[in-house]
DNA sequence: ACACAACCTGACCAACCGGTCAACAATTTT
DNA sequence: AAAATTGTTGACCGGTTGGTCAGGTTGTGT
């Protein structure tokens, strides 16, 4: 906290009169980035098939992966640890978007649109491989010569993924 | 390293006999992390193509992710935090492991053996997708009802992501 | 039996951390 | 202008944490 209040330029007690608990910060922080995560989503929905609606999605996740690593890190950390401060979100918000998106993916699948894969596995693909290059961002760097991504690596990563995912589900 | 030396049943002097300092217990788990994580790859090695070693790959990983849940969270979590500890393995084995495997895969392509794809993003899809059902392994149990995956849902779940890569890579 | 090293342990300590509080300043309401 | 509410701050506190240390015990080589 008192890191914190340094950084934000302000005393400690002062950092405490807005958030009374380090918990209740951490909390506020969490839900920011749950509902940058959730928008990525618009560009999911309203698309005629696969092709459109993951491609967007990934491009989107993506950029919130390049935009906001950190943001992505808190999140995974809270998740690993076992979500202690947002579990009421998972059991709520998550569980009825990912069951949304699931049936949309089932839609497609029955539709001919795409082959016949498991949608919650597709999810947990797409969230996977997207939060990666936050996540493990530092990994990557350093594998990449120790220099971050240039403009030209991050459209290339974007279009490695979308290439393999989308022909991996028989969308192209 | 109190509540450690609790759980392991001595006093916590005494692990500090063993291990001087809590960083350098921090750097054995770790390093005995990263060992499993490398020999996961014999798999991978002396496969005749990709079907076998891709598949095998991402069997031996999905396995893993089961049986060692927290060394994956811990490895996600040190590489999150810059690898403070073993940046060293990084810039090393873990970068000639890369190259090695990045080169076997693109020998592939150049044999036709799969789809040109770029061999970097393709193995960080492989340790994103199968590293994901350990660490967001607890988000994955709640929207499956709050109950961890069953031997069948296991099996699904590697199917599913070697049917969805090993097609995505044109490999199938 | 003796010496020496390796191992074990309870008690202790300095540093750190989240949080509190009383006093004070600024702003808004009446 | 007075009163009340909101915002600001330095100093302080109890609990926890990683780590130390003197003294004791066990094992080993001679």
Redesign the pocket.
Known sequence: ??LIADMAG?????L??YF????ELYRKVVQQIFEIWLHAADSFDNAPGPVEGIGAYIDAKMEISRRHPDGSKVWASEVMHGAPVIQDYLETTLRDWTKGRADLIQRWVDEGKMAPVDPRHLLYMLWATTQHYADFGHQIETLNGGKPLSERQWKAAKDSVKQIILRGIGAV
Chains 1, 2 share one sequence.
């Open positions: 906290m008192q302000l005393p400690k007690a002062n405490h009169y009374p608990t380090k918990e």
